[in-house]
């Protein structure tokens, strides 16, 4: 059974840093994408940031200059490093994984809070 498992998220005044960490474990062959997704209170979940098993990276707008997305292949884990982190960052924070078992499947993590205090 495949399992993401988050950590790293916590309480942070503005202009602080957090890193993310989201782990996967079990049996499968191969991971694609590594993706990270927040959701605000009464918002939709939205895309954060994304890597591809080949390293591109993608970001959203707001996000962009100040969180930076990487993966360590081996570990089978994906980080996301925040920095200048704003009281509108304050979100739960998912990681997601294109995951290939006998078929490709999207796997989630938990989620994790990060708040941000002005």
């Known amino acids: 059974q495949v399992q993401l498992v988050e950590s790293g998220g916590g309480l942070v005044q503005a202009g602080g840093s957090l890193r993310l960490s989201c782990a996967a474990s079990?049996?499968?062959?191969?991971?694609?994408?590594m993706d990270w997704y927040r959701q605000a209170p009464g918002k939709q979940r939205e895309l954060v940031a994304v890597?591809?098993?080949?390293?591109?990276?993608n970001y959203a707008d707001s996000v962009k200059g100040r969180f930076t997305i990487s993966r360590d292949n081996a570990k089978n884990t994906v980080y996301l490093q925040m920095n200048s982190l704003k009281p509108e960052d304050t979100a739960v924070y998912y990681c997601k994984m294109g995951i290939r078992t006998m078929s490709m499947y999207d796997y989630w993590g938990q989620g994790t809070q990060v708040t941000v205090s002005s």
């Open positions: 079990g049996r499968f062959f191969s991971i694609n994408d």
């Open positions: 890597i591809t098993r080949g390293g591109s990276t």
